[in-house]
């Protein structure tokens, strides 16, 4: 393992040492063949339906119609299991799937292990709280902090409303696909577990009669899914990250991107040479740290404030209802507030099922369960803190013109933190740098698990996607934001509509593990009374 690390991170500097000393720079250059790409791309994608004067992704609609739906037919499960999701993650009910039930007639010892006492290993390679911070690592980030300052200045306080309406329905969606993850993951002699939308759309499908469909959906995601991973969950990520470095710092090198995007290229290849089990390990610590950092912050400034926070609820409430001055009026703040929501916790994308198919456990309803909390964290609890902060130190219209597009979300939150606490710029440049760093993880596992789908399950393979993966954090530091944000958001939200293909005919799958799931926590509350 560590050859290869300083195999890779040799051919990194060498791909970027030459461009250095180049007056025009690398950055100008790469973004100059990039951007038609991206621009091609972001058209076929995200064809426009126009609704109340608002162009809207029809991927977007489908995404909440998904979401709503699943929440009416498993009888809101996002509100009525909320309870036992956090069980689940403490480790509550761990037992279930640590041992199984002993029939009495079997012989009393097996290899000299008394058979009551034989331990059931559950398939997988990380733990409920891994696994959900691996997939966390993925959706927490840049989306919670320049994502919702783009949807407040567009649609005004109203659009944090029904980002969190969103936000609650997508919890659904993550149950449904999350829990198909595990029921339709395949795990190697070595107990590496490969799972996700390609191998639910396959092997589910082919269970309901549609193999081909399920085969032709699969393909299709895992392509979308490499290209998802290289771009929202790579060049975005390292585009924001350098652009907040260099900014803070006043770094201007016309080479500075790459510089930055190889240092970066170097840290993320330290640990996705080991796999999920590293990426686990790591943004089990990570994404805490990270996310009690930036809601530490938003609680001083709320704190600060405190006589505000009942002025900027009424805007929230009002806003929703009443959208004076803008476009589309309340139906503009409805879609924008979805919108945005969905950018950012990609529930029904499908991409958190892959993370969430390498759990141990023997019941893949505990990990949907789980699962559902991500859009709860993300998109609820984070979004809404940042909301609160920009609509509070917003009073003057200092930050940002409700109706008027920020050109740059990550500045307009920055600009809203910095007029409470002179020295959060500096904090707000650290979270950037770690959401992108963990988002980069978490991605990297998806577009692995999709590339070896592809391509087989063989070092060359792995090793191949790991080295693209990392060059390509390099070209995302050194272009300019627009090309990467249209590449990324198409890619991304081109997985979903194979992905709820396949969750609308898989959903009695879903319901039947829902079922033996809660059958058994009631089964064992019964056996330890």
Known sequence: MKLRLRRLITFLILMVV????????IDETINEKFKPIADAWGGVIFYPVNIAGIDVPIVVIMLLVAAAFFTIAFNFVNLRNFSTAISIVKGKFDNIDRHGKVDKAMVSTVDGDIVGTIKVESDGEVTHFQALTAALSGTVGLGNIAGVAVA???????ATFWMIIAGLLGMSSKFVECTLGVKYRDVGEDGTVYGGPMYYLSKGLKEMK???????LAGIFAVMCVGGSIGGGNMFQANQAAAQFNNMLGITHPSAGAIFGLILAILVAMVIIGGIKRIGSVTERVVPFMVGMYVFASL??????????PSAFSQIFSGAFSAEGIKGGLVGVLIIGFQRAAFSNEAGVGSAAIAHSAVKTNFPASEGLVALLEPFIDTVVVCTM????IIITNGDG???????KSPDGVEATSAAFGSVLSFFPYILTIAV??????????????????????????????????????????VGAAISLGPVIDFSDAMIFAMAVPNIIGCFILFPKVRAELKRYLSAIKANKVDKS
Not at 152 to 158: A, D, K
Request: glycine share 12%; charged share 10%; aromatic share 18%.
């Open 18 to 25: 030459p461009f250095i000393g180049y007056g025009k720079g």
């Open 152 to 158: 407040i200045s567009l649609g005004g306080p109203g």
């Open 210 to 216: 549609a193999g081909t469909l399920g085969k032709i």
């Open 300 to 309: 001083i400034v709320l704190i600060m404030h405190f006589s505000d926070i």
């Open 386 to 389: 940042t909301a609160l902060v």
């Open 398 to 404: 200092s930050i940002m013109e409700y109706g008027v």
């Open 433 to 474: 740098i770690l959401f992108a760093f963990s988002t980069m993880l978490s991605w990297s596992y998806y577009g692995l698990q999709s590339w070896m789908y592809l391509f087989g399950r063989n070092k060359i393979a792995d090793i191949s996607y790991k080295v693209m993966f990392c060059l390509f954090i390099i």
